[in-house]
């Protein structure tokens, strides 16, 4: 069986036990380049990751790939024209490059590449530089297109292109593009994100990407915004609306593998012990529990609505992709929430005892 899986990375004991125990299914992982600074598409994580850890935990990992986060959706210019956050980055990547525990870079500003690419040619023309699904590689067109771009900067050319979560409900589209780009670029592997769980063709993301850049660049939160009027309000709203995410079941996987060559996985914000379920799921092919446990932006809803995935048909895949998305007119959706998903009661937040100061409190 062929290494099939893109996983987060942490350099945590028992997730690199369980990675160990994996490591045949695992094509490569992905991980923080900056701790600290988490220049990522990720909501930054307490207590930050130090260098030092990764490359320790990565150097026990032999076989995947390595690919480094630098995917926010932008860099502000300043940054861009600042030579030591430059020199920085490119101090990093070398440093990996000596311990050797890197093979590319997962990006989605264009700038980024450029910027690198001229200050230091000999580092980036070690390095591929993979497009973040967050690049919306959507077509053999537009996929080309990239490819030729970042031949232009010297970066390597990727060794594979992650496509568009969309078209994880657009089959007959997946399979046309998988049939041209495998004909063209024979060495090219398409990949696919699996369990992101968020709305489909959210008209929030790009946006919601750019609220995380700028909280890289000011430390500001954006979960409120998000919370308030974003796409976790409307969810909340109108939760069966999770049954048309792009997410792809463990039990539809190889349905998946007939066209791409690999699956990745989020939910690196989310700690090992998320990431170790997703994973033993995804590899069984199987889940029995809520649905929700799997679904990186939706996990904030796990402690209040419980969707079976059991319950869900064996061809649920193939059911969605035939949505036209005029849910007014058909109800779908709705119908099969309501037969499988109930509201979990609320639970108590427990918290550590401490002892009572009298002198505090009484004076």
């Avoid at 990675?19 to 992982?29: E, H, K, T």
């Avoid at 700690?271 to 170790?276: D, R, Y």
């Amino acid at each position: 069986m062929k290494s099939f899986l893109n996983l987060p990375f942490l350099p945590e004991d028992k997730y690199l036990d369980f990675l160990g125990q994996c490591i045949a299914d695992v094509d490569s992982v992905h991980f923080s380049l900056l701790p600290g600074q988490t220049f990522c598409s990720r909501t930054p994580t307490e207590p930050s990751i130090s260098q030092a850890a990764n490359i320790a935990g990565l150097e026990h990992l032999p076989g995947p790939k390595k690919y480094a986060l630098l995917d926010s959706q932008f860099y502000a210019p300043d940054l861009l024209t600042d030579s030591d956050f430059i020199e920085s980055i490119l101090g990093n990547l070398n440093h990996c490059l000596d311990h050797d525990v890197l093979d590319g870079i997962v990006y989605c500003d264009h700038y980024l590449l450029q910027t690198l690419a001229a200050k230091s040619p000999e580092i980036v023309a070690q390095l591929e530089a993979v497009p973040s699904v967050n690049t919306i590689q959507d077509s053999v067109r537009k996929i080309e297109t990239q490819l030729t771009y970042i031949d232009e900067t010297g970066f390597k050319l990727p060794s594979k292109i992650t496509i568009d979560r969309s078209l994880n409900r657009d089959l007959d589209e997946l399979t046309k593009i998988s049939l041209i780009m495998h004909q063209n670029i024979p060495g090219l592997k398409l990949e696919i994100l699996a369990n992101e769980g968020c709305l489909p063709y959210c008209p929030f993301k790009l946006s919601h990407e750019s609220h995380i850049a700028v909280a890289n660049i000011d430390r500001d939160q954006t979960r409120s915004l998000n919370k308030s009027i974003g796409c976790m309000h409307l969810l909340n709203e109108q939760p069966y609306r999770l049954l048309q995410s792009p997410f792809i079941r463990p039990e539809d996987v190889d349905l998946y593998l007939y066209h791409v060559d690999t699956i990745s996985l989020c939910g690196y914000s989310l700690g090992a012990e998320f990431l170790i379920n997703a994973i033993t799921a995804y590899r069984a092919r199987r889940y029995d529990g809520n649905l929700l446990d799997l679904l990186a932006a939706s996990a904030w809803l796990t402690d209040r609505l419980y969707i079976d995935n059991n319950q869900l048909s064996f061809d649920f895949a193939n059911l969605l992709a035939q949505c036209d998305n005029r849910c007014g007119q058909c109800g779908f959706c709705q119908e099969l929430f309501d037969s499988i998903a109930q509201p979990l009661p609320p639970q108590l937040k427990t918290y550590a005892s401490q002892p009572f100061d009298k002198e505090k409190y009484c004076g």
